[in-house]
């Protein structure tokens, strides 16, 4: 089990102020509606550009819908996108990209009112696309943007056709990217971009390229709770991705341990250690979505990989038990009670007892939660990662 700090200064200062906001009794409950609170955070986000550049198929990629979702954005055809679409995230209605024509297309050009026509003001960050050095276009729109101090990235696709040609024209690869970022810095300079965020991708292959240093530089450009949401609503196609979403789970354990200890304790027979049992089998449920572990993802990657549901199950060290429902989340919880000496907890967390020790039952409880919950959401990484191998391998074969 991993030596994790149990709770932090941070975390004990936000207990402090919810004790003190909203009294011990009705502590559980008001920590249980902060958990949920991300769900309900609306993120609009706008993807823009010239016509052919990949908007649709970058919007289809971050939703993990495929050809034969109900709602995939058309690809391929060419000044498809000539109105304002909303395509929700399916994983989280809350979520929605926007696909959006840029000007100097057939319907839109350099005008105040087209800012009206996609009604700006939405969005909270915006992604400009472009396949070649960004246009004369991109740039007036990406001004216009900043005049109005929203964030947003310049993303230029189609790196894995620029590797291909280079490969084919027996060029130097490692020389690709940085020779597209020159000529993307060159050409937004003279726009008069100082020093833009350009990040160099394919929709394809999230491998190569600058995907996750995007993904990143989104999460970061977002205040805490909007960053919560965002990486919790987007589904994990990358390691970096899945790296994310485990701090943002090991971010959020405090409070649940403490919902689950300080909730009407359920003891379990034989442990001298008292949590809400359903509050664990809940979170750890979540946790196995967030990774694309529960059952209706790994069926949509079965599809996805042309794999074998049994196949991608074996290869799963942890949830595999699970998932065969060889084990139940009981007897895992059970088996690490067994190794988990209590008092060693309880002695960790003794210094937390004036803060905390008033509203759970037992601090040992609260600890023991903390420490499971954390090693459940390592073991599930492990998992996620796998899940993301398959794909890569699969990908190299086609
Ligand atoms: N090789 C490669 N092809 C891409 C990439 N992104 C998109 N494409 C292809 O580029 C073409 C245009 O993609 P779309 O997603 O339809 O582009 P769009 O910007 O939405 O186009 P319109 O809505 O018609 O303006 C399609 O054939 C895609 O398969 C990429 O990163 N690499
Ligand atoms: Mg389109």
């Known amino acids: ?184 810095i060159d050409n937004l300079r003279k726009a008069n971009f100082r020093e833009p965020n350009i990040f160099i991708i394919s929709n394809y292959d999230h491998e190569i390229g600058q995907f996750d240093d995007l993904m990143v530089a989104i999460f970061h450009s977002l205040p805490d709770l909007k960053k919560e949401a965002m990486i919790l609503s987007i589904g994990p196609l990358t390691h970096q991705i899945i790296r994310e979403k485990k701090k943002a789970l090991h971010d959020r354990v405090f409070k649940i341990a403490v919902i689950s200890a300080g909730a009407a304790a359920i003891p379990l027979p034989g442990v001298d250690v008292a949590v809400d049992f359903a509050i664990i089998t809940y979170e750890i449920h979540f946790y196995m979505t967030e990774f694309g572990l529960d059952e209706e993802s790994l069926m949509h990657l079965c599809k996805k990989t042309k794999t074998k549901y049994d196949q991608i199950t074996e290869s799963l060290k942890h949830s595999k038990s699970l998932l065969t429902g060889k084990s139940t989340l009981r007897t895992l919880f059970m088996k690490i009670v067994k190794t988990q000496a209590a008092e060693q907890v309880g002695g960790r967390f003794a210094k937390y007892i004036p803060v905390i020790g008033s509203i759970i039952s037992s601090c040992v409880a609260y600890g023991f939660c903390v420490n499971f919950l954390r090693s459940e959401i390592d073991l599930l990484e492990e998992d996620a990662h796998t899940l993301v191998n398959i794909v890569i391998d699969k990908n190299k074969k086609l």
């Open 1 to 184: 089990m991993g030596d994790w700090e149990i709770i932090s200064d941070k975390e004990v200062k936000e207990l402090r102020k919810m004790v003190e906001d909203t009294g011990v009794q009705n502590l559980p409950n008001y920590i249980y509606q902060k958990a949920k609170e991300w769900k309900e955070v609306k993120i609009h986000i706008a993807v823009l550009g010239e016509t052919y550049v990949g908007k649709s198929t970058f919007i289809n990629q971050l939703r993990g819908v495929e050809e034969w979702d109900k709602t995939y954005a058309p690809v391929g055809l060419g000044d498809t996108t000539l109105e304002p679409k909303a395509y929700e995230n399916p994983y989280n209605k809350n979520m929605v990209f926007w696909d959006l024509p840029g000007v100097g297309t057939l319907k839109y050009s350099k005008e105040e009112s087209y800012f009206r026509t996609i009604n700006i003001e939405r969005y909270d960050f915006f992604i400009l696309m472009s396949d070649q050095c960004f246009s004369e276009n991109d740039a007036w729109l990406a001004r216009e943007i900043r005049k109005r101090g929203k964030p947003f990235f310049f993303v230029r696709s189609k790196l894995d056709d620029d590797l291909r040609s280079a490969e084919h024209d027996r060029q130097c690869i490692y020389e690709v990217l940085p020779r597209i970022h020159k000529s993307c």
